[in-house]
């Protein structure tokens, strides 16, 4: 990533969205847009539950990916609900990171 790409903490705080009830995070939808990435999760009152209701309403029919967990609270989260932690090549860093994924479910007649 140049220095041109290169966003602050401020532009980035800029592009939160509300991802639900008290979740406020980014979204972006894969190439092949079977997948939504979540790169960016913050609860607006942090202990409220929130984001784990959150997780819990999420559509069973679509694939999620949150890359690079570093909060050993939200990834205890994921663990408890079934994500996988999977290794997925990153192009904007030039290497593996770690995702965590939660696979659609699959339906009957799909």
Do not use: C, H
């Not at 290169?6 to 639900?20: F, K, P, Q, R, Y």
């Not at 847009?33 to 559509?59: C, H, N, Q």
């Not at 029919?61 to 989260?77: D, E, H, Q």
């Amino acid at each position: 990533m140049t220095e041109a790409e290169e966003m602050t903490a401020a532009e980035i705080l800029e592009d939160l969205v509300l991802l639900g009830v008290g979740v406020e995070g980014v979204k972006v939808l894969g190439d092949d847009e079977d997948v939504t990435y979540f790169p960016i999760i913050m609860a607006t009152k942090p202990g409220s539950g929130d984001v784990g209701r959150w997780l819990d309403a999420l559509p069973k029919n679509k694939t999620y990916r949150i890359p690079g967990v570093i909060n050993a609270k939200l990834a205890g989260m994921l663990k408890r609900r079934g994500w996988k932690q999977i290794q997925e090549f990153a192009p904007e860093f030039g290497e593996f990171m770690g995702v965590y994924e939660r696979e659609a479910e699959i339906q009957d007649g799909q």
